[in-house]
T-cell receptor
């Protein structure tokens, strides 16, 4: 069974530029999560989707971050404009339902200069 | 917001040694989880605990869910080189409007003694 796929793996941008990350969850998984992991910290949830609807985006900085999961499968997370403090690894995870095991992708490492 | 306090922050191991780490919270969680993260990878689930007082083993790993539901520990027996990595505890509960979201600790980094 294929795992959670993410791309790109690495991205370097300058502050105030825009960036987008893509995630393809495990087939059949209805719940999709985006986490932000700053160096030396544990992952922090940004947004949770159930199919193509948002369940929780309380920790998403909505003035600059946006995410969508239009067809209830893959998802895109966008940052516009990026700030230095956005430098982190962005992890995507999926699960069959909200209380089932979450499987994580390898992450996208973002560096904002 | 909710926070998990994980200790120690880092530790050095020698092959064959036993390792212990723990996690505490000011909040009650329904489920405690322990993950391991290798460099350049996402976290991988090691053990899940669902009941207060529960003791669960997975090979050389043993974890316990505290009776108060506010703490958990993870033990690794007879450590081997591939145990090196970062271990995270995570609490899961139905709080506020969220469903099953995870709150992670800051991690315990296991390294090999020089």
């Amino acid at each position: 069974e294929a795992g959670v796929a993410q791309s790109p793996r690495y991205k370097i941008i300058e502050k105030r530029q825009s960036v987008a990350f893509w995630c393809n969850p495990i087939s059949g998984h209805a719940t999709l999560y985006w986490y932000q992991q700053i160096l030396g910290q544990g992952p922090k949830l940004l947004i949770q989707f159930q199919n193509n609807g948002v369940v929780d985006d309380s920790q998403l900085p909505k003035d600059r971050f946006s995410a969508e999961r239009l067809k209830g499968v893959d998802s895109t997370l966008k940052i516009q404009p990026a700030k230095l403090e956005d430098s982190a690894v962005y992890l995507c995870a999926s699960s069959q339902s909200p209380y089932n095991e979450q499987f994580f992708g390898p992450g996208t490492r973002l560096t904002v200069l | 917001g909710q926070q998990l306090n994980q200790s120690p922050q880092s530790m050095f191991i020698q092959e064959g040694e036993d390792v212990s780490m723990n996690c505490t919270s000011s909040s009650i969680f329904n489920t405690w989880l322990w993950y391991k993260q290798d460099p350049g990878e996402g976290p991988v689930l090691l053990i899940a605990l669902y009941k207060a007082g529960e003791l669960t083993s997975n090979g050389r790993l043993t974890a316990q869910f505290g009776i108060t539901r506010k703490d958990s520990f993870l033990n690794i027996s007879a450590s081997i080189p591939s145990d090196v990595g970062i271990y995270f505890c995570a609490g899961q509960g139905n709080y506020g409007g969220s469903q099953g979201n995870l709150i992670f600790g800051k991690g315990t980094k296991l390294s090999v003694k020089p």
